[in-house]
């Protein structure tokens, strides 16, 4: 392959690639469990000791049945090419989910892993982690950061970079 054909397979790479975040929100928000579940590899890990779509499948419905409306904004997308088949990136994402009487806002961002399945860009992991996840009529501080999962979210602690910047100044 001539360098412009590799260039061209890498700016096609990303466009595909770039469209899965998107593709994904939208199937959550629709609950299309059947578009959600093909954005991911065939063989995709479910937890430690589950694989594949069908698994997939067991696990994100219930997820999706405990709210009711939600809208996932996608606000910026890093891509990284590892090799032709590889590629790894994150997805800064707004989140909103009717949970009762209650509007969850969360701050997300998602770090994943792509590979290239019979030509197609897929998923092979992505993992979530956010910044927080509080009412509308909450401040994300007034509440530890989660009033939904009641858990500490792993933002920005997460970053490598975050702990570092904080002990090297004042």
């Known amino acids: 392959m001539d ?3 590799e260039r061209i397979a890498r700016i096609e790479a990303r466009l ?3 469209q899965l975040p ?3 929100a939208m199937a959550v928000d629709s609950r299309d469990v059947d578009t959600w579940v093909s954005l991911f590899v065939p063989d995709v890990q479910v937890g430690r000791g589950a694989f594949g779509r069908e698994a997939l499948r067991g696990y994100i419905e219930p997820a999706l049945r405990s709210f009711r409306r939600s809208i996932h904004q996608i606000c910026g997308h890093r891509i990284e090419m590892l090799t032709a088949d590889t590629a790894r990136g994150a997805t800064y994402c707004r989140a909103e989910h009717e949970v009762d009487d209650r509007w969850i806002v969360m701050g997300i961002c998602y770090f994943d892993d792509y590979r290239r399945v019979e030509g197609e ?4 992991r992505r993992r979530e982690k956010h910044w927080y996840a509080a009412d509308i009529n909450e401040h994300p501080q007034s509440v530890g950061f989660d009033s939904w999962h009641h858990e500490v979210p792993p933002l920005p602690d997460a970053f490598e970079t ?3 910047f904080w002990a090297s100044g004042e």
């Open 162 to 164: 975050w702990a570092p």
């Open 3 to 5: 360098e412009l054909s």
């Open 16 to 18: 595909e690639i770039g």
């Open 22 to 24: 998107i593709r994904y």
């Open 121 to 124: 860009w897929l998923f092979s």
